[in-house]
């Protein structure tokens, strides 16, 4: 190599060698004191892409875990509301049963009432107070609403609740407006069932017993109950004191003979020696001079032999709890009970059958009574209430069964969604993190080489000066 002083290739060549070490020296130092492999695009443009890409991943699904637990204590919060709204129905229902039965006084049920009324504003304050995060739950404002569950849009469990307040929990009911007893009974006809997605034809049998059309109706659709009862009330005249009536009753294939009837005492206190036989019970008011019996079955009362044509007459109660136009007692008279439909949906009823049995037109559509609006003032409406109050747990209990669903799909998200999250974070370290051990190693070898190149440098950049030795 020529001797030179204008350039000095040495000098040069060792200069970049050296800054060449400083570089992938600041590198490692960047890395090492940062603790990631890829800190700029330099690094690796398509490794920094994906990392980019993993983290957002990350913390999507961190994001997402924390949401799902949020849905899981709103269902917790509602379902937990839901039971205490449960606990009180089931009080109220007790209630209802109590004052249906005919051993209570009219003092009694009011007692009864009182408790029952101030338990339905229960239920009403715990649907307006029941809140998650300032979000009314129970009163029909929160509807449904998308819990937001993974790390991309529109990745989402729907979340739906339902207004539990006393006047919107109840029963769907068609109550039947009463057949006045004659001698051919109820006319029977084809009625078709419509609700819950379903449809279903039936056909009622002329001279049908209530309790017979109530087991044709209970279950024709998803949801629909039916339950019948036979009351009717007795009337004698002021004919039968000269001239004592007489008449047979059959009740359910069982039937008992009364004679000597001249007023109503004589008659209650027949009805109330044969009233297990019968199975019947018997409400006798000496007071208001009222009679009636009752068969909670729903099964008809047919007459016979009867001399009470004139002294004699028979009312029967209709599904809204009251008595129609009363007919004279008469050989072959059948006295049909009332039917009464409930559903926590709604539905609907079409044909000739619809007219013969519940005095409408050929058609009747359900209409809601609310837990709001029932009492327990008397043993009719105890009764319904009884009916009204099954249908709202059952409404409580499929929204319970919803909640319980989300909350095990919610918990399931949560599980898979830490896995997803686990593994991504590990897979971005493999890409991301800067491997110590190695980087540290290059560390050590590019502070060799740096300090290297420094003491050749000084070596190289004192070569120039040899030429003032060949000028002496």
Do not use: C, H
């Amino acid at each position: 190599m020529a001797l030179t002083v204008n350039t000095n290739i040495a000098s040069i060549t060792t200069q970049g060698n050296l800054n060449k070490a400083g570089g992938a020296l600041a590198t490692s130092m960047q890395r090492l004191s940062s603790g990631l492999r890829i800190n700029s695009a330099k690094d690796g443009a398509a490794d920094l892409g994906i990392a980019t890409r993993m983290t957002s991943q990350i913390n999507g699904l961190g994001q997402a875990i924390k949401n799902a637990n949020d849905g899981i204590s709103i269902a917790q919060t509602a379902e937990g509301a839901m039971q205490a709204s449960t606990d009180i129905l089931q009080k109220m229902r007790t209630l209802a049963l109590s004052s249906a039965t005919g051993s209570l006084s009219t003092d009694d049920r009011k007692s009864n009432n009182d408790e029952y009324q101030a338990l339905t504003s229960e239920l009403t304050r715990i649907s307006q107070t029941t809140t998650f995060g300032g979000q009314k739950l129970l009163d029909g404002s929160y509807g449904t609403k998308s819990i937001q569950v993974g790390a991309n849009a529109n990745e989402t469990i729907g979340l739906s609740l339902e207004n539990v307040a006393a006047n919107n929990i109840g029963s769907q009911q068609i109550n039947s407006l009463g057949i006045a007893p004659s001698t051919t009974g109820v006319a029977g006809g084809a009625i078709a069932v419509t609700g819950n997605g379903q449809t279903s034809s039936i056909t009622l049998a002329a001279g049908a017993s209530a309790k017979t059309i109530a087991a044709q109706l209970s279950g024709a659709v998803g949801g629909l109950s039916a339950t019948a009862s036979t009351e009717a009330q007795f009337v004698v005249g002021a004919g039968a004191a000269t001239a004592p009536a007489s008449f047979t009753m059959t009740v359910g294939g069982q039937a008992t003979t009364f004679v000597g009837v001249k007023d109503t005492a004589s008659l209650a206190d027949q009805l109330k020696s044969n009233s297990a036989k019968l199975g019947i019970s018997v409400n006798y008011d000496e007071s208001k001079g009222t009679l009636s019996v009752k068969s909670d079955t729903g099964e008809n009362l047919a007459f016979s032999a009867s001399t009470a044509a004139g002294t004699i007459t028979v009312a029967t109660k209709d599904g809204a709890g009251a008595f129609g136009t009363g007919v004279a007692l008469a050989d072959g008279l059948i006295a049909t009970g009332a039917v009464n439909m409930n559903s926590s949906k709604g539905y609907s009823l079409e044909g000739a059958g619809v007219t013969n049995v519940f005095g409408a037109a050929t058609s009747a559509a359900s209409a809601k009574t609310s837990v709001s609006q029932t009492d327990v003032t008397d043993a009719t409406k105890a009764q319904n209430a009884v009916s009204v109050i099954d249908q709202a747990i059952a409404t409580i209990s499929s929204s319970r069964s919803g909640l319980g669903a989300v909350q095990n799909r919610l918990t399931s998200t949560v599980d898979n969604l830490s896995n997803i999250q686990k593994n991504s974070t590990a897979a971005r370290s493999t890409l991301q993190d800067v491997d110590f051990a190695s980087e540290a190693a290059e560390l050590t070898k590019q502070q060799t080489l740096q300090s290297a190149s420094t003491a050749i440098l000084s070596q190289a950049n004192q070569l120039p000066s040899a030429v003032l030795k060949l000028l002496q």
